[in-house]
């Protein structure tokens, strides 16, 4: 891997450490439900700081199977405690599962480049947590 590549790589890793080392702080501070919230504000806020390394980021992920292997388990149990935390208060629906709840917040990754982009991607997730509340027992 070339030095810029790993600085990418170190970079990526180090920020989704960040973000997933957030949970238990989140939970401590906040509701269940408004931890797994604000979880997701931490996402989309990760999302665009990773915009700028997009296509190095990209070439890094599809040749580093184990680089992309770990930030996804790392993603999923983090989501893991929170929604279990969520479904467990009775805020969230007794079905969510934290793999679904990842590939939804996927489509924030996707959203093309605009002015509007971090608005829209507040209202994907105001869906999303519409969505995680139907049908809990609350």
């Keep these: 891997m070339r030095f810029a590549d790993a600085l990418v790589a170190a970079t990526y890793r180090h920020e989704v450490d960040q973000l997933c ?17 604000a979880w997701m504000d931490g996402f989309l806020r990760y999302t665009a700081t990773k915009r700028g390394m997009g296509e190095a980021l990209q070439s890094i992920m599809a040749s580093d199977s184990e680089l992309s292997a770990r ?17 467990a208060a009775g805020v969230v629906r007794p079905d969510a599962r934290p793999d679904d709840v990842l590939r939804a917040l996927g489509a924030i990754w996707i959203l093309p480049e605009s002015p509007a ?19 809990a027992p609350r």
């Design 117 to 135: 982009r971090e608005e829209q991607a507040r209202r994907i997730l105001d869906l999303l947590m519409d969505g995680l509340r139907h049908g």
């Design 21 to 37: 080392d957030s949970v238990d702080r989140l939970l401590a501070s906040h509701a269940p439900n408004a931890a797994l919230r």
């Design 71 to 87: 930030v996804r388990a790392q993603l999923t149990q983090a989501l893991d405690v929170l929604v279990s935390a969520a479904v």
